[in-house]
C-alpha cells in the first residue's frame, strides 16, 4: 500500500471518531459518578434501580475498552442509485459503534448488517459498493489506505489484498489476535450464519476456524443480545495453553462476557491425576459407557434380600423383601434423577411400617377386648411417626441398602473397584478384555482416586443421572446450560465428550471447528457425521469448509501435504495462499548432541523472526527430560504447559501445539513423534503446519520417509538412533 492522497482527510476523521469514544467513556463514568452519589438510601426500588444503572454502565466501559486496538479499519462508499440525484453513502467500519455529538453515526460496528459488504463484496457481485477502502494503523496512526474500486469489468483480485498480507506477515506475540479487519468472504458468510442449530467449521491448518468461531460468538452476542447475555456463551478449549492463547480475543471486540474453559473445567468433582493406556482411554470414551452407567445406576436400585424388622413402643414390625421390590419398582417408575427418588423410597418405607405398626395396635386391642380399661393407640400425628420411622437406624440401613444416596465419583469408583459390579452392568455389552481394562484397584478415600481425563465424562454422566445428594437452595439439580456454545478442535472428541457439551445446551446452537485430518485422538472419526450423531441427533446441522489457509507458507504445506497423504490418502490439505521463499531444513545430529542442536538452532531463528515467536514442538514423552537440558545448554526458553506462550522461544508437546500459530517451529525427532502418538502420522502433520514463517527439523533418528525431501538440507549426518 504507497501513500494515499488522502491520508491526512482520514487521519483526522480517525482522530474525531476517537474523541468521541473517550466522550462515551466518560459519559459512561459519569452517570456511575451521579448514582453513586445518591448514597445507599431511598427504597428497595430505587436501590435495584441504581444498581441496575451502575451495571449497565460497568458493562458499557468494558466494551468501549479497546485497548490498544484499531477502532477503525476501512470505510465503504455505497454507490447511488442509477438515474438518481442521490449520491455516494459512505460508511466507517470499525471495532465497535461511535456515533457524533448528534447521535450521527461515526464508526459502524463490524456486525452490524450494513457492514456485511465490506467482507463480502466481490467484483461479480458488488453489493452495492462503489469502492471498499481498508485502513493499515498503528496504535491511532493511520499508516497507508487500499482502496478497491468496484464497477464495469473490475472482477476483483485473486491473490489476497495488502491489508491482509500486512496482517500475516506481523511478528506472533504468544497470543492470538482477533481477524476483524481481515475477514475474507467464506469467513464472514460463517460468522453471520443464523444461531439456530449447529454449525460445523471444518477447515484445515491455517484456514483460521478458530478465529471465525469466536468472531462468530460475538456476533451472535451482538445480534441476539438479550437472550444470550442472560443464557450465556460457552467456549471450549483442548487445553489450558489453547485457552490462555485465545483469550484477548472476544474482549478485544468488546464481549468480555462469555466462559472460556477446558472439558475438564465442567467437571468439578474429581482432579485428573493419572493417564489412562490408549485403549483404556479409547474404551470410556466410547458411547456405550452411557448404558455402562445408567445400568451401574439401576443397579444400585435393589428389593432387600432379608427381611428387615424394627422395634417401635412394644412392637414388632416387619419391612418384607417383596415390600421392598414393591418400593423400588415403584420408585423407578417416577421420572427425575436417582437421588431426588430416595425421597419416594423413604415415603413409601415409611408408610408400610406406619401401617405395620396401625395393624398391630389393633391386634392388641382386639385381643384385650372386654377389660375395663383398653389401651388406646399411642398418641401423636401420623406425620411425625412416619418421620420418626425413617430415622430409625435399622430404616436407615434398609434404605441405604434400597437406594443409596450416591456422589457420581463414587458411583464410578465402586463399578470400576469392583469386578462384580462391572459385570453385572457390563453383561451382553461389553466383553470380558473391555471389563478387564476398565477395572481399578479400590482406592482408600475420593480424594486419593487416581482420575483420569477419560473419567470425567464418565463423572459428568453420573452426575446427570444421580442429581445432587441434597438438591440446592435455588432447586438447580443439573449442570449449567448456555444459549450457544462454541466448542473447537472437535474432532478430537470422544462420544461421552460430546454428550457433555450436548447437555449443556440449552437449544442445539453450537459453533463446532475442527479438521478431521487433525484428528490425534485414541479414536479418529471418519467424517463430521459421527461427531454430530451425538451433538446433534434430531436436528439438522450445518457443514462449512475453509478452504484457504492463511497462516502455513506453500514450502511446509508441501512437505505436510505428504505427511498427510500418508495418515489418510483420503484427505485434503487447504491450500495456502502465502509463499515466504525459505524452504523448510533438516538438521541432522548424533543422538548426544540433540539438546545441543536444538538450543543452538532455536537461539538462531529467534535472532532470525527478531521480535516474534519461536516453538520447540517435541515428543509429548519429551518434555521433562528435553526442558533440563536445553536449559543446561544455557536456552532461555519458557515452558508452555506451565509458563504460557509470551516469551520469544517456547518448549511444547506436540499433543499441545494443536490451533497454535508461531513465526518459527523446531520440531525435534520427528521419528519419536511418529511413535509417541496414538496417531502418530496426523500428530506430524499437525506439528509441521504451526509455523508461519520458518521450519527446522532436528533429528538423530532417520527422518519418516515423508520428509525425506529434506535430507538434502541436513547439516550433518544422522546415524545415531538414541532418544529419551
Same mark, same amino acid.
Given at each position: +500500500?504507497?501513500?494515499?492522497?488522502?491520508?491526512?482527510?482520514?487521519? /483526522?476523521?480517525?482522530?474525531?471518531?476517537?474523541?468521541?469514544?473517550?466522550?462515551?467513556?466518560?459519559?459512561?463514568?459519569?452517570?456511575?459518578?451521579?448514582?453513586?452519589?445518591?448514597? #445507599? =438510601? *431511598?427504597?428497595?426500588?430505587?436501590?435495584?434501580?441504581?444498581?441496575?444503572?451502575?451495571?449497565?454502565?460497568?458493562?458499557?466501559?468494558?466494551?468501549?475498552?479497546? *485497548?490498544?486496538?484499531?477502532?477503525?479499519?476501512?470505510?465503504?462508499?455505497?454507490?447511488?442509485?442509477?438515474?438518481?440525484?442521490?449520491?455516494?453513502?459512505?460508511?466507517?467500519?470499525?471495532?465497535?459503534?461511535?456515533?457524533?455529538?448528534?447521535?450521527?453515526?461515526?464508526?459502524?460496528?463490524?456486525?452490524?448488517?450494513?457492514?456485511?459488504?465490506?467482507?463480502?463484496?466481490? =467484483?461479480?457481485?458488488?453489493?452495492?459498493?462503489?469502492?471498499?477502502?481498508?485502513?493499515?494503523?498503528?496504535?491511532?496512526?493511520?499508516?497507508?489506505?487500499?482502496?478497491?474500486?468496484?464497477?464495469?469489468?473490475?472482477? *476483483?483480485?485473486?491473490?489476497?489484498?495488502?491489508?491482509?498480507?500486512?496482517?500475516? !506477515?506481523?511478528?506472533?506475540?504468544?497470543?492470538?489476535?482477533?481477524?476483524?479487519?481481515?475477514?475474507?468472504?467464506?469467513? &464472514?458468510?460463517?460468522?453471520?450464519?443464523?444461531?439456530?442449530?449447529?454449525?460445523?467449521?471444518?477447515?484445515?491448518?491455517?484456514? =483460521? #476456524?478458530?478465529?471465525?468461531?469466536?468472531?462468530?460468538?460475538?456476533?451472535?452476542?451482538?445480534?441476539?443480545?438479550?437472550?444470550? !447475555?442472560?443464557?450465556?456463551?460457552?467456549?471450549?478449549?483442548?487445553?489450558?495453553?489453547?485457552?490462555?492463547?485465545?483469550?484477548?480475543?472476544?474482549?478485544?471486540?468488546?464481549?468480555?462476557?462469555?466462559?472460556?474453559?477446558?472439558?475438564?473445567?465442567?467437571?468439578?468433582?474429581?482432579?485428573? #491425576?493419572?493417564?489412562?493406556?490408549?485403549?483404556?482411554?479409547?474404551?470410556?470414551?466410547?458411547?456405550? +459407557?452411557?448404558?455402562?452407567?445408567?445400568?451401574?445406576? #439401576?443397579?444400585?436400585?435393589?428389593?432387600?434380600?432379608?427381611?428387615?424388622? @424394627?422395634?417401635?413402643?412394644?412392637?414388632?414390625?416387619?419391612?418384607?423383601?417383596?415390600?421392598?421390590?414393591?418400593?423400588?419398582?415403584?420408585?423407578?417408575?417416577?421420572?427425575?434423577?436417582?437421588?431426588?427418588?430416595?425421597?419416594? @423410597?423413604?415415603?413409601?418405607?415409611?408408610?408400610?411400617?406406619?401401617?405395620?405398626?396401625?395393624?398391630?395396635?389393633?391386634?392388641?386391642?382386639? /385381643?384385650?377386648?372386654?377389660?375395663?380399661?383398653?389401651?388406646?393407640?399411642?398418641?401423636?400425628?401420623?406425620?411425625?411417626?412416619?418421620?420418626?420411622?425413617?430415622?430409625?437406624?435399622?430404616?436407615?440401613?434398609?434404605?441405604?441398602?434400597?437406594?443409596?444416596?450416591?456422589?457420581? !465419583?463414587?458411583?464410578?469408583?465402586?463399578?470400576?473397584?469392583?469386578?462384580?459390579?462391572?459385570?453385572?452392568?457390563?453383561?451382553?455389552?461389553?466383553?470380558?478384555?473391555?471389563?478387564?481394562?476398565?477395572?481399578?484397584?479400590?482406592?482408600?478415600?475420593?480424594?486419593?482416586?487416581?482420575?483420569?481425563?477419560?473419567?470425567?465424562?464418565?463423572?459428568?454422566?453420573?452426575?446427570?443421572?444421580?442429581?445432587?445428594?441434597?438438591?440446592?437452595?435455588?432447586?438447580?439439580?443439573?449442570?449449567?446450560?448456555?444459549?450457544?456454545?462454541?466448542?473447537?478442535?472437535?474432532?478430537?472428541?470422544?462420544?461421552?465428550?460430546?454428550?457433555?457439551?450436548?447437555?449443556?445446551?440449552?437449544?442445539?446452537?453450537?459453533?463446532?471447528?475442527?479438521?478431521?485430518?487433525?484428528?490425534?485422538?485414541?479414536?479418529?472419526?471418519?467424517?463430521?457425521?459421527?461427531?454430530?450423531?451425538?451433538?446433534?441427533?434430531?436436528?439438522?446441522?450445518?457443514?462449512?469448509?475453509?478452504?484457504?489457509?492463511?497462516?502455513?507458507?506453500?514450502?511446509?504445506? !508441501?512437505?505436510?501435504?505428504?505427511?498427510?497423504?500418508? /495418515?489418510?490418502? *483420503?484427505?485434503?490439505?487447504?491450500?495456502?495462499?502465502?509463499?515466504?521463499?525459505?524452504?523448510?531444513?533438516?538438521?541432522?545430529?548424533?543422538?548426544?548432541?540433540?539438546?545441543?542442536?536444538?538450543?543452538?538452532?532455536?537461539?538462531?531463528?529467534?535472532?532470525?523472526?527478531?521480535?516474534?515467536?519461536?516453538?520447540?514442538?517435541?515428543?509429548?514423552?519429551?518434555?521433562?527430560?528435553?526442558?533440563? &537440558?536445553?536449559?543446561?545448554?544455557?536456552?532461555?526458553?519458557?515452558? =508452555?504447559?506451565?509458563?504460557?506462550?509470551?516469551?520469544?522461544?517456547?518448549?511444547?508437546?506436540?499433543?499441545?501445539?494443536?490451533?497454535?500459530?508461531?513465526?518459527?517451529?523446531?520440531?525435534?525427532?520427528?521419528?519419536?513423534?511418529?511413535?509417541?502418538?496414538?496417531?502418530? +502420522?496426523?500428530?506430524?502433520?499437525?506439528?509441521?503446519?504451526r509455523t508461519t514463517r520458518r521450519l527446522t527439523v532436528v533429528h538423530s533418528r532417520p527422518l519418516p520417509a515423508?520428509?525425506?525431501?529434506?535430507?538434502?538440507?541436513?547439516?550433518?549426518?544422522?546415524?545415531?538412533?538414541?532418544?529419551?
Amino acid at each position: +500500500m504507497s501513500t494515499h492522497p488522502d491520508l491526512p482527510a482520514e487521519q /483526522a476523521y480517525i482522530d474525531r471518531a476517537y474523541e468521541r469514544l473517550e466522550a462515551m467513556r466518560e459519559s459512561a463514568r459519569q452517570m456511575i459518578r451521579a448514582v453513586i452519589g445518591l448514597g #445507599k =438510601g *431511598g427504597t428497595h426500588q430505587a436501590r435495584e434501580e441504581r444498581d441496575v444503572i451502575v451495571r449497565t454502565s460497568l458493562q458499557r466501559l468494558e466494551r468501549l475498552d479497546i *485497548g490498544r486496538e484499531a477502532l477503525c479499519f476501512g470505510r465503504i462508499d455505497r454507490a447511488g442509485e442509477p438515474g438518481t440525484a442521490e449520491g455516494v453513502e459512505s460508511f466507517y467500519i470499525g471495532r465497535l459503534g461511535v456515533s457524533g455529538e448528534h447521535h450521527e453515526p461515526l464508526v459502524v460496528d463490524w456486525r452490524a448488517p450494513v457492514a456485511e459488504p465490506f467482507y463480502r463484496a466481490t =467484483g461479480a457481485h458488488p453489493m452495492g459498493l462503489a469502492r471498499r477502502r481498508h485502513f493499515l494503523t498503528d496504535d491511532r496512526r493511520l499508516v497507508a489506505i487500499e482502496d478497491e474500486l468496484f464497477g464495469e469489468g473490475h472482477i *476483483g483480485d485473486a491473490e489476497p489484498g495488502g491489508a491482509l498480507v500486512s496482517a500475516m !506477515e506481523r511478528s506472533r506475540t504468544g497470543r492470538m489476535r482477533d481477524i476483524v479487519a481481515t475477514i475474507q468472504r467464506e469467513q &464472514d458468510e460463517i460468522i453471520r450464519g443464523p444461531l439456530p442449530g449447529v454449525m460445523v467449521v471444518q477447515g484445515g491448518p491455517g484456514t =483460521g #476456524k478458530t478465529a471465525v468461531a469466536l468472531h462468530r460468538a460475538a456476533y451472535l452476542l451482538y445480534t441476539h443480545r438479550f437472550p444470550l !447475555e442472560r443464557q450465556g456463551v460457552l467456549v471450549v478449549g483442548p487445553n489450558p495453553v489453547f485457552l490462555r492463547y485465545i483469550e484477548q480475543v472476544l474482549p478485544s471486540l468488546g464481549e468480555s462476557g462469555a466462559v472460556l474453559t477446558t472439558l475438564g473445567g465442567l467437571v468439578t468433582e474429581a482432579r485428573v #491425576k493419572a493417564v489412562d493406556p490408549p485403549a483404556t482411554a479409547a474404551l470410556k470414551g466410547d458411547g456405550r +459407557m452411557a448404558r455402562l452407567i445408567a445400568r451401574a445406576v #439401576k443397579d444400585r436400585q435393589r428389593p432387600l434380600r432379608a427381611p428387615v424388622e @424394627v422395634g417401635v413402643g412394644g412392637h414388632l414390625l416387619r419391612l418384607t423383601p417383596e415390600d421392598s421390590a414393591v418400593v423400588v419398582a415403584a420408585a423407578r417408575r417416577r421420572h427425575g434423577p436417582h437421588n431426588s427418588r430416595r425421597r419416594h @423410597v423413604e415415603a413409601h418405607v415409611a408408610q408400610i411400617l406406619y401401617q405395620r405398626y396401625l395393624e398391630s395396635v389393633e391386634r392388641s386391642r382386639l /385381643a384385650r377386648a372386654g377389660a375395663a380399661d383398653p389401651e388406646e393407640a399411642p398418641a401423636g400425628e401420623a406425620d411425625e411417626q412416619r418421620r420418626a420411622l425413617r430415622r430409625h437406624p435399622a430404616v436407615v440401613a434398609a434404605l441405604d441398602r434400597m437406594w443409596p444416596r450416591l456422589l457420581p !465419583e463414587e458411583l464410578i469408583h465402586d463399578l470400576f473397584g469392583a469386578p462384580a459390579l462391572l459385570a453385572l452392568a457390563g453383561r451382553s455389552l461389553l466383553s470380558e478384555e473391555e471389563l478387564r481394562l476398565l477395572h481399578r484397584p479400590r482406592s482408600d478415600s475420593l480424594e486419593t482416586i487416581p482420575w483420569t481425563a477419560a473419567d470425567l465424562p464418565l463423572i459428568d454422566e453420573a452426575e446427570v443421572l444421580l442429581g445432587p445428594v441434597r438438591l440446592p437452595p435455588e432447586g438447580d439439580a443439573g449442570p449449567r446450560t448456555y444459549g450457544h456454545i462454541v466448542v473447537d478442535e472437535a474432532q478430537d472428541l470422544s462420544p461421552m465428550q460430546l454428550r457433555m457439551l450436548a447437555r449443556r445446551s440449552i437449544s442445539g446452537s453450537m459453533t463446532v471447528v475442527g479438521d478431521v485430518a487433525q484428528a490425534t485422538g485414541s479414536r479418529a472419526p471418519s467424517g463430521w457425521d459421527d461427531v454430530l450423531a451425538y451433538l446433534s441427533p434430531r436436528r439438522p446441522a450445518t457443514v462449512a469448509q475453509l478452504s484457504v489457509n492463511y497462516r502455513t507458507p506453500s514450502e511446509v504445506m !508441501e512437505v505436510a501435504v505428504r505427511v498427510l497423504a500418508s /495418515a489418510d490418502p *483420503g484427505l485434503t490439505a487447504p491450500t495456502s495462499v502465502r509463499s515466504t521463499g525459505i524452504p523448510p531444513r533438516a538438521v541432522g545430529v548424533d543422538g548426544t548432541d540433540l539438546a545441543t542442536t536444538v538450543a543452538e538452532v532455536a537461539r538462531a531463528e529467534a535472532a532470525e523472526v527478531g521480535g516474534g515467536t519461536v516453538a520447540i514442538l517435541c515428543p509429548d514423552s519429551w518434555v521433562g527430560d528435553l526442558a533440563p &537440558d536445553l536449559a543446561g545448554a544455557g536456552l532461555e526458553f519458557a515452558l =508452555g504447559e506451565v509458563d504460557g506462550l509470551d516469551q520469544a522461544v517456547t518448549l511444547l508437546p506436540v499433543g499441545v501445539a494443536k490451533g497454535l500459530e508461531f513465526d518459527s517451529v523446531v520440531l525435534v525427532e520427528p521419528a519419536a513423534v511418529l511413535d509417541d502418538a496414538v496417531q502418530g +502420522m496426523r500428530a506430524l502433520y499437525v506439528a509441521l503446519t504451526r509455523t508461519t514463517r520458518r521450519l527446522t527439523v532436528v533429528h538423530s533418528r532417520p527422518l519418516p520417509a515423508e520428509l525425506a525431501g529434506l535430507a538434502g538440507r541436513d547439516e550433518a549426518a544422522a546415524p545415531a538412533t538414541t532418544g529419551w
